[in-house]
Protein backbone atom coordinates (compact mmCIF):
# COMPACT_ATOMS: atom_id res chain seq x y z
CA UNK A 1 0.00 0.00 0.00
CA UNK A 2 1.68 2.98 -1.19
CA UNK A 3 1.09 6.24 1.63
CA UNK A 4 2.17 9.72 1.37
CA UNK A 5 2.61 12.41 4.20
CA UNK A 6 3.79 15.84 3.29
CA UNK A 7 5.85 17.93 5.67
CA UNK A 8 6.44 21.64 6.09
CA UNK A 9 5.51 24.33 8.19
CA UNK A 10 1.87 25.68 9.01
CA UNK A 11 3.00 29.06 9.54
CA UNK A 12 4.88 30.90 6.08
CA UNK A 13 5.33 34.65 6.44
CA UNK A 14 4.24 36.85 3.02
CA UNK A 15 7.35 37.22 0.30
CA UNK A 16 9.17 34.35 1.53
CA UNK A 17 10.19 30.68 0.02
CA UNK A 18 7.51 28.13 0.85
CA UNK A 19 9.18 24.63 1.29
CA UNK A 20 7.23 21.05 1.65
CA UNK A 21 8.09 17.49 1.53
CA UNK A 22 6.88 14.63 0.36
CA UNK A 23 7.75 11.25 1.52
CA UNK A 24 6.62 8.46 0.42
CA UNK A 25 6.18 4.44 1.43
CA UNK A 26 5.32 1.26 0.89
CA UNK A 27 6.64 1.69 -3.03
CA UNK A 28 9.92 3.47 -5.02
CA UNK A 29 9.32 6.97 -6.83
CA UNK A 30 10.66 4.65 -9.99
CA UNK A 31 8.34 4.66 -12.55
CA UNK A 32 5.62 7.09 -11.81
CA UNK A 33 5.11 11.21 -11.94
CA UNK A 34 4.34 12.67 -8.12
CA UNK A 35 2.09 16.00 -8.09
CA UNK A 36 1.43 18.82 -5.88
CA UNK A 37 -2.18 19.75 -5.24
CA UNK A 38 -3.28 22.63 -3.43
CA UNK A 39 -7.05 23.14 -1.90
CA UNK A 40 -7.95 26.74 -0.42
CA UNK A 41 -10.33 26.37 2.49
CA UNK A 42 -14.07 25.84 1.72
CA UNK A 43 -12.74 25.65 -1.94
CA UNK A 44 -11.83 23.32 -4.70
CA UNK A 45 -8.57 21.93 -6.09
CA UNK A 46 -5.48 23.19 -7.64
CA UNK A 47 -2.70 21.26 -9.53
CA UNK A 48 0.48 22.99 -9.15
CA UNK A 49 2.87 20.65 -10.65
CA UNK A 50 4.48 17.46 -11.10
CA UNK A 51 8.07 15.76 -11.20
CA UNK A 52 9.20 12.46 -12.39
CA UNK A 53 12.09 10.49 -10.82
CA UNK A 54 14.24 12.03 -13.56
CA UNK A 55 13.70 15.14 -12.01
CA UNK A 56 11.54 16.08 -15.35
CA UNK A 57 9.04 18.87 -14.19
CA UNK A 58 5.99 19.97 -15.93
CA UNK A 59 4.01 23.37 -13.91
CA UNK A 60 0.92 25.02 -13.64
CA UNK A 61 1.47 28.23 -15.53
CA UNK A 62 -1.14 30.02 -13.33
CA UNK A 63 1.77 29.90 -10.54
CA UNK A 64 4.39 31.30 -13.36
CA UNK A 65 8.49 31.17 -11.92
CA UNK A 66 7.44 30.79 -8.83
CA UNK A 67 7.49 26.90 -8.23
CA UNK A 68 10.30 24.91 -8.30
CA UNK A 69 10.45 20.87 -7.43
CA UNK A 70 12.69 18.26 -6.64
CA UNK A 71 13.36 14.74 -5.85
CA UNK A 72 15.58 12.09 -4.02
CA UNK A 73 14.94 8.66 -4.96
CA UNK A 74 17.60 7.80 -2.44
CA UNK A 75 15.24 9.05 0.43
CA UNK A 76 11.86 8.13 -1.58
CA UNK A 77 10.53 11.32 -1.45
CA UNK A 78 10.29 14.53 -3.32
CA UNK A 79 9.72 18.52 -2.40
CA UNK A 80 7.99 21.91 -3.46
CA UNK A 81 9.58 25.78 -2.92
CA UNK A 82 6.82 28.31 -3.72
CA UNK A 83 8.74 31.60 -3.95
CA UNK A 84 7.46 34.94 -3.33
CA UNK A 85 3.93 33.88 -0.78
CA UNK A 86 1.20 35.92 -0.40
CA UNK A 87 -2.00 35.04 1.60
CA UNK A 88 -3.39 34.05 -1.67
CA UNK A 89 -1.37 31.23 -1.24
CA UNK A 90 -3.30 30.05 2.48
CA UNK A 91 -4.10 26.30 1.31
CA UNK A 92 -4.44 22.88 2.40
CA UNK A 93 -0.96 21.21 0.59
CA UNK A 94 -1.25 17.93 -0.83
CA UNK A 95 0.75 15.13 -2.68
CA UNK A 96 0.12 12.34 -4.77
CA UNK A 97 0.99 9.98 -7.28
CA UNK A 98 0.32 10.62 -10.71
CA UNK A 99 -1.01 8.09 -13.19
CA UNK A 100 -0.02 10.78 -16.44
CA UNK A 101 1.95 9.75 -19.33
CA UNK A 102 5.48 11.63 -19.70
CA UNK A 103 4.22 13.10 -22.85
CA UNK A 104 0.70 14.09 -22.46
CA UNK A 105 0.65 15.54 -18.88
CA UNK A 106 -0.57 15.09 -15.47
CA UNK A 107 -3.43 12.04 -15.11
CA UNK A 108 -5.64 11.09 -12.17
CA UNK A 109 -3.84 10.31 -8.79
CA UNK A 110 -4.73 7.62 -6.95
CA UNK A 111 -2.65 7.92 -4.45
CA UNK A 112 -2.64 11.31 -1.92
CA UNK A 113 -1.22 12.45 1.47
CA UNK A 114 -3.68 13.66 4.12
CA UNK A 115 -2.37 17.34 3.38
CA UNK A 116 -0.62 19.70 5.30
CA UNK A 117 -2.20 23.44 5.89
CA UNK A 118 0.38 26.28 5.04
CA UNK A 119 -1.09 29.70 6.07
CA UNK A 120 0.59 33.15 4.84
CA UNK A 121 0.63 35.67 8.05
CA UNK A 122 2.79 38.58 9.15
CA UNK B 1 -6.70 26.26 -19.71
CA UNK B 2 -9.88 23.80 -19.88
CA UNK B 3 -12.76 25.08 -17.66
CA UNK B 4 -14.74 22.45 -15.78
CA UNK B 5 -18.10 23.29 -14.71
CA UNK B 6 -20.10 21.11 -12.50
CA UNK B 7 -23.68 21.27 -11.40
CA UNK B 8 -25.07 22.01 -9.00
CA UNK B 9 -23.61 23.49 -6.25
CA UNK B 10 -25.17 20.78 -3.99
CA UNK B 11 -27.81 18.42 -3.65
CA UNK B 12 -29.94 17.13 -1.11
CA UNK B 13 -31.06 13.07 -1.75
CA UNK B 14 -33.01 10.82 0.78
CA UNK B 15 -31.44 7.62 2.04
CA UNK B 16 -31.59 4.95 -0.61
CA UNK B 17 -32.52 7.68 -3.55
CA UNK B 18 -30.47 8.61 -7.00
CA UNK B 19 -28.00 11.00 -7.07
CA UNK B 20 -26.31 12.90 -10.56
CA UNK B 21 -23.86 15.21 -10.57
CA UNK B 22 -23.03 16.87 -13.91
CA UNK B 23 -19.91 18.04 -15.51
CA UNK B 24 -18.71 19.89 -18.36
CA UNK B 25 -15.37 20.71 -19.79
CA UNK B 26 -15.31 23.93 -22.50
CA UNK B 27 -13.21 21.48 -24.83
CA UNK B 28 -13.30 18.28 -25.56
CA UNK B 29 -11.59 15.71 -23.53
CA UNK B 30 -11.82 12.32 -25.53
CA UNK B 31 -8.72 11.39 -27.73
CA UNK B 32 -10.03 9.77 -30.85
CA UNK B 33 -7.13 7.95 -30.91
CA UNK B 34 -7.03 6.06 -27.85
CA UNK B 35 -10.56 6.17 -27.62
CA UNK B 36 -11.07 7.18 -24.60
CA UNK B 37 -12.51 10.15 -22.30
CA UNK B 38 -9.98 12.02 -20.23
CA UNK B 39 -12.18 12.63 -17.03
CA UNK B 40 -12.03 11.27 -13.56
CA UNK B 41 -14.17 11.89 -10.62
CA UNK B 42 -13.05 12.32 -7.05
CA UNK B 43 -15.07 12.16 -3.47
CA UNK B 44 -13.61 14.31 -0.62
CA UNK B 45 -15.18 13.46 2.96
CA UNK B 46 -14.91 16.19 5.56
CA UNK B 47 -11.11 16.07 6.74
CA UNK B 48 -9.50 14.06 4.56
CA UNK B 49 -7.99 14.03 0.64
CA UNK B 50 -9.89 13.77 -2.63
CA UNK B 51 -10.54 9.83 -3.39
CA UNK B 52 -10.26 8.56 -6.82
CA UNK B 53 -13.58 6.87 -7.60
CA UNK B 54 -13.14 6.77 -11.28
CA UNK B 55 -11.22 7.19 -14.38
CA UNK B 56 -11.90 7.17 -18.34
CA UNK B 57 -15.25 8.53 -17.21
CA UNK B 58 -16.83 5.08 -16.46
CA UNK B 59 -13.95 3.00 -14.99
CA UNK B 60 -14.07 2.05 -11.26
CA UNK B 61 -11.32 2.03 -9.38
CA UNK B 62 -10.69 -1.14 -7.07
CA UNK B 63 -13.13 -1.39 -4.61
CA UNK B 64 -15.27 1.15 -5.22
CA UNK B 65 -19.45 0.56 -5.06
CA UNK B 66 -20.74 -0.26 -7.88
CA UNK B 67 -23.35 2.24 -7.03
CA UNK B 68 -21.24 4.63 -8.63
CA UNK B 69 -21.20 5.23 -12.07
CA UNK B 70 -19.69 7.58 -14.52
CA UNK B 71 -21.54 8.51 -18.24
CA UNK B 72 -20.34 10.69 -20.82
CA UNK B 73 -17.98 11.65 -23.79
CA UNK B 74 -16.76 14.68 -25.29
CA UNK B 75 -17.72 17.81 -22.97
CA UNK B 76 -20.78 16.40 -20.80
CA UNK B 77 -19.86 14.01 -18.33
CA UNK B 78 -22.37 12.48 -15.02
CA UNK B 79 -21.45 11.08 -11.83
CA UNK B 80 -24.75 8.84 -10.40
CA UNK B 81 -24.68 7.48 -7.10
CA UNK B 82 -27.66 4.79 -7.67
CA UNK B 83 -28.51 4.15 -3.91
CA UNK B 84 -27.61 6.87 -1.63
CA UNK B 85 -26.05 5.88 2.00
CA UNK B 86 -24.90 7.70 4.68
CA UNK B 87 -21.63 6.97 4.18
CA UNK B 88 -21.74 8.68 0.22
CA UNK B 89 -21.88 12.56 1.83
CA UNK B 90 -18.91 14.07 0.70
CA UNK B 91 -17.86 16.71 -2.07
CA UNK B 92 -17.67 15.48 -5.38
CA UNK B 93 -14.96 16.70 -7.92
CA UNK B 94 -14.33 16.24 -11.86
CA UNK B 95 -10.88 16.50 -13.29
CA UNK B 96 -9.47 16.73 -16.69
CA UNK B 97 -6.31 15.28 -17.42
CA UNK B 98 -6.27 15.62 -21.55
CA UNK B 99 -4.18 18.28 -21.42
CA UNK B 100 -1.71 20.37 -19.11
CA UNK B 101 -2.66 22.03 -17.06
CA UNK B 102 -5.20 19.30 -15.32
CA UNK B 103 -8.20 20.92 -14.09
CA UNK B 104 -10.93 20.28 -11.47
CA UNK B 105 -14.51 21.02 -11.42
CA UNK B 106 -15.70 23.36 -8.26
CA UNK B 107 -17.21 20.87 -6.64
CA UNK B 108 -20.92 19.49 -5.62
CA UNK B 109 -21.91 19.36 -2.11
CA UNK B 110 -24.25 15.73 -1.41
CA UNK B 111 -26.06 15.70 1.77
CA UNK B 112 -28.93 13.11 3.10
CA UNK B 113 -32.15 15.16 2.62
Known amino acids: QVQLQESGPGLAKPSVTLSLTCSVS????????WSWIRQPAGKGLEWIGRIYPTGRTTYNPSLGSRVFMSIDTSKNHFSLNLSSVTAADTAVYYC????????????????WGQGTRVTVSS | DIVMTQSPDSLAVSLGERATINCKSS????????????LAWYQQKAGQPPKLLISWASTRESGVPDRFSGRGSGTDFALTISTLQAEDVAVYYCQQYFTSPSTFGGGTKVEIK
Open chain 1, 26 to 33: GDTLTGYH
Open chain 2, 27 to 38: QNVFHSSHNKNY
Open chain 1, 96 to 111: ARDLGSPLRGPGQFDY
